[in-house]
């Protein structure tokens, strides 16, 4: 069964649509990433899960469980680290993750928890003066009690330090093994691209992609740029190089004693080959993938 | 609240858990207050009915649970915090301090006219005795207080006796809070 499912879901907020007909399925024991710019309505998608909103048209369901009709059923499977929540002033980290235990009847030491999110430390402090890196650490233990099966973190990254990120990184991928489903947004391409199976890309409420990282290079053209430093290169070379099929351009860069040739992934070797025929010396080269970053851009610039 | 009910808890759950919470830390209080009260009564006069005395007590903490349902269902109205204290003391504030001097100014303007002399009239009396304050303390001077005096005591009417009184006053611990939560179960948070 599939963890989420979102069949043609909207909400529009007077003339602003946060969500446009959002079709979405991630299975079981995946881990997924959900991107967008801020605004694109990646929040409002998690609060329908949460029922905090109701979709105007269609409906989403957590194991078979409608968000809408049998909030508290879908929401027992989950463990959530929410956007916009605050933390109880006067209760403890410690009183925090003792009311998650006990919401969610589950079975665990509380000390555990928060030594798995690294604020051991600060157990028997007041929440109320936390730090918002502290704070979203304590949420995300609280998500974390009774071992869900779905996990969806709102943006788990943000307030958090180089550290805090690859902690939650290290958390993901633990969570994964245990075989739970991970949803989480983030505006941050890098961290999805990190931990993630596949990805969503949300903009202006239209999920315009949903695919592996793989597959969203492939369709963005999967162009790899090559860097190739050399003793010299004549003009002839490199239009020879450009006929190759798969060679999308090549161009000479003379400050860094280099050419740069964008081609498919396939197509590298053959490069190399025609400029060693060609009598070129080679002295290094390396590979530059198109980052989540260009394709992200490709795709938020050409929806609109 | 976000974080509240990110756990798998309901709406429905949240809000009779505030009306409990918040109505057993008051009463708790007060129930304490009302036994040394109890006790420095019976001390120097030796009796008190237990059965009244329990029933003085329960009207007063429903008398809580009112106001306590009132404050609630005005802050699932309205995302402000500061809105929701503004209303739920303008609320009180509405029954306590406005709702008498309305209901004196009309009677000094009705008799100035020479409309009625004295007293409201029974319907009148009526709408006015609508206010949980006032039907608070209709009950204690209706079933507490011998021979108790004031407009409705006096009246002969029978929409003003203490036996209406009491399910408008259940009324007004019910209806302030299901209306509220009505409303919050149905918005966006």
Redesign the interface.
């Known amino acids: 069964m599939a963890a989420i499912t979102v069949e043609n879901v909207s909400k529009r907020y007077g003339t602003v649509t946060a969500l446009d007909r959002v079709d979405l399925t991630v299975d079981e024991g995946e881990v997924f990433g959900f991107l967008g710019p801020n605004g694109a309505g990646k929040s409002t998608l998690i609060?329908v899960f949460?029922?905090?909103?109701?979709p105007d048209d269609g409906r989403a369901a957590i194991f078979g469980h409608d968000c809408q009709s049998e909030?508290?059923?879908a929401?027992?499977r989950m463990g959530?680290l929410?956007?916009?929540?605050?933390?109880?002033d006067r209760l403890t980290g410690r009183q925090h993750v003792e009311?998650?235990i006990e919401?969610?009847e589950a079975d665990v030491e509380p000390m555990a928890v928060l030594d798995r999110v690294g604020i051991r430390d600060a157990a028997d402090q007041r929440a109320g003066g936390y730090s918002k890196g502290m704070a979203q650490r304590l949420?995300l233990g609280?998500?974390l009690v009774g071992e869900p099966d779905l996990l969806v973190l709102d943006e788990p990254t943000s307030g958090l330090d180089p550290h805090g990120i690859k902690q939650i990184r290290t958390v993901i991928r633990e969570e994964r093994e245990r075989g739970a489903t991970v949803f989480f947004s983030s505006h941050i391409l890098e961290q999805v691209e990190a931990v993630c199976d596949r990805v969503g890309i949300l903009y202006d409420g239209e999920l315009v992609a949903t695919d592996t990282i793989e597959g969203l290079r492939q369709s963005v053209g999967g162009t790899t740029k090559l860097l190739i430093t050399v003793d010299r290169a004549e003009a002839g070379v490199l239009e020879r190089v450009e006929s190759l099929a798969g060679v999308e351009r090549a161009w000479p860069n003379p400050e860094a004693n280099r050419v740069e040739v964008t081609c498919s992934n396939d197509a590298k070797m053959d490069v190399l080959i025609t400029l060693n025929e060609a009598g070129v010396d080679i002295e290094n080269f390396r590979t530059e993938e198109a980052s989540l970053e260009e394709m992200f851009v490709e795709y938020t610039s050409g929806a609109s | 609240m976000t974080l509240l009910l990110s756990l798998p808890y309901s709406r429905r759950d949240l809000v009779v858990g505030k009306l409990v919470g918040r109505s057993l830390a008051f009463a708790t209080t007060l129930v304490a207050a009302l036994a040394v009260a109890g006790a420095l009564v019976v001390y120097p006069f030796g009796s008190l009915s237990p059965g009244w005395y329990l029933a003085f007590v329960a009207l007063t903490v429903l008398y809580g649970v009112i106001f306590t349902g009132i404050a609630i269902a005005v802050s699932m109205l309205t995302r402000s915090k500061h809105l929701a204290t503004a209303g739920a003391f303008g609320a009180y504030g509405l029954f306590v301090l406005i709702w008498g001097t309305a209901r004196a100014a009309l009677a000094f303007g009705l008799e100035t006219v020479g409309l009625i002399d004295g007293a409201l009239p029974d319907p009148a009396l009526f709408l006015f005795g609508l206010n949980p304050v006032t039907l608070y303390d209709r009950l204690v001077t209706g079933f507490f207080v011998d021979g108790g005096a004031g407009p409705y005591a006096e009246s002969s009417a029978w929409y003003l006796s203490e036996w209406l009184a009491l399910p408008l006053f259940l009324a007004w611990a019910v209806v302030p809070v299901a209306f509220g939560y009505l409303r919050f179960r149905n918005t966006d948070l």
């Open positions: 609060n949460l029922d905090f909103v109701q909030s508290v059923e929401k027992s959530v929410p956007d916009g929540y605050t933390v109880y009311y998650a919401a969610k949420v609280m998500a």
